[in-house]
């Protein structure tokens, strides 16, 4: 299973979606690739999955403080995925990250961003500052 897949798995499937969405999350959780899904939801109707509302319940729920909107490791520890370096470098190949891996603190804030990104390109509605 892709990193980036077992994410979207894992958001999708602790929101209140319907089972075709939660169905479809999951194949794309088994897929490597990361290309947006064309329909999350029922014919006819795009999904949309309030990505922050997910997470910020998560963290309410979270026995640690773990600042979601700001760390790719703490959103990574949330979802209860492995958040070690390297997972974090196998997410930057999936998501094509062109600069250093040994450079942590930028790969770690351009991961953030792509995956608030690519959440938002498969139905998640991601805030706009989480985007940019």
Known sequence: MSMFGSILSSIFGSSQVSPAVASTAQ????????????????????????????????????DQDLDWRNSIVDMMKLLKLDSSLGARKQLAKELKFAGDTKDTTTMNIWLHKQVMIKLAENGGEVPADLRH
Do not use: F, H, I, Y
């Open 27 to 62: 194949a794309l959780a088994s897929s490597p690739e990361t290309q947006p899904a064309a329909n999350l939801g029922p014919p006819g109707q795009a999904a949309k999955v309030d990505v922050a509302a997910v997470l910020d319940r998560l963290a309410d729920e979270a």
